[in-house]
């Protein structure tokens, strides 16, 4: 079946605009998760959703950031105000049921802030 | 607080055995462990509950000892499609609240024919 879908794969903007990124997860994965992976650094975790609720955003650095999932499938992560500071990798993952069970990682968007 | 992992980074031959720590100040629920490629997403490799759980997936097993937070990975008869870094992530509780998975510094693995 198909795995966890990101667009777009590559993001450049200007400092100050504002961008999308989608996630489209494995079908019937209740779990989402974001996080954001800085160059030889880990995946840091930035909010998880179970099914269209934000069971835990406390990974958001401030509140330019912000993510929706409405229909509990495809999430948004959203981030106003771009700074040279947000450039990263963002990945987004589903489970099946919870953070217990194994995550399915997507090819993430890589974002630059110019 | 983000796991700490050691060594940072180790070179094998084909053949040779590794291990990989990860080492928590936090008391830990489960730890999990995956393996990312260079420019690719992280893949799953395992899970371990607390309990001293020890698994295997073909060669590559791991450990956990929940009274010292800590997890091992154990590599033998490393293949060249072991390279890569592995992170393990760790969770504090098995309840609703405790579900953010914090991954480790990273270990960065390579296996030279």
């Known amino acids: 079946g198909a795995g966890v879908s990101q667009t777009p794969s590559n993001k450049v903007t200007e400092k100050g605009k504002y961008v999308e990124l989608r996630c489209d997860p494995i079908?019937?994965?209740?779990?989402l998760y974001w996080y954001r992976q800085s160059l030889g650094q880990g995946p840091e975790f930035l909010i998880y959703f179970q099914g269209t609720g934000a069971a835990d955003d406390s990974g958001l650095p401030n509140d330019r950031f912000f993510a929706v999932r409405p229909e509990g499938s495809v999430s948004t992560l959203k981030i106003q105000r771009t700074e040279r500071g947000d450039s990263a990798v963002y990945l987004c993952?589903?489970?099946?049921?919870?953070?217990?069970?194994?995550?399915?990682f997507g090819p993430g968007t890589r974002l630059t802030v110019l | 607080q983000q796991p700490v992992q050691s060594p940072q980074a180790v070179i094998l031959r084909e053949g040779e055995d590794a291990v990989i720590n990860c080492s928590s100040s936090k008391a830990l629920y489960s730890v999990h462990w995956y393996r990312q490629k260079h420019g690719e997403a992280p893949v799953f490799l395992m899970i371990l509950l607390k309990g001293g759980e020890q698994k295997g997936h073909e060669k590559i097993s791991a450990s956990f000892n929940e009274k010292k937070q800590q997890s091992s990975l154990y590599l033998t008869a490393s293949q060249l499609s072991y390279s890569g870094t592995y992170f393990c992530?760790?969770?504090?509780?098995?309840?609703?609240?405790?579900?953010?998975?914090?991954f480790g510094t990273g270990t960065r693995l390579t296996i030279i024919p």
């Open positions: 079908s019937g994965h209740t779990a």
């Open positions: 992530g760790t969770l504090k509780g098995a309840n609703f609240g405790n579900e953010k998975l914090t």
């Open positions: 993952a589903s489970s099946l049921k919870s953070s217990y069970n194994e995550q399915f």
